[in-house]
Nanobody
């Protein structure tokens, strides 16, 4: 079992950067694929980025590619999402997720954090 807790959200201006962190409990963290999803008001939860257990493989949604970097530290049981050049349309609740597969579907991830708000507004 893995418990996930996100941190680092907040209110930023367009063009700013923000770094989200996800702290995971459990000794099996390093065996999981990790991902970030987001859900904007009135919209479905959507995939943002994923990373393999070793960190050697990453995947990004087209909407964030080039602006976002996912990374992980297996020694610290953390996964981070560095977001640059933020846009108002990035406003959403961001969720950290863990699962057994390198995938982009919500159903592919077994464990979820509680979510954290990111608001991009001038």
């Amino acid at each position: 079992q893995v418990q996930l807790v996100e941190s680092g959200g907040g209110l930023v201006q367009p063009g700013d950067s923000l770094r989200l962190s996800c702290a995971a409990s459990g000794r099996t963290f390093r065996s999981y694929y990790m991902a970030w999803f987001r859900q904007a008001p009135g919209k479905e939860r959507e995939f943002v980025a994923a990373i393999s257990p070793s960190g050697g493989l990453t995947s990004y949604a087209d909407s964030v590619k080039g602006r976002v970097t996912i990374s992980r530290d297996n020694a610290k049981n953390t996964v981070t999402l560095q977001m640059n050049r933020l846009k108002p349309e990035d406003t959403a609740v961001f969720y950290c997720a863990a699962g057994p597969n390198f995938a982009r579907g919500r159903g592919d991830f077994n464990y979820w954090g509680q979510g954290i708000q990111v608001t991009v507004s001038s």
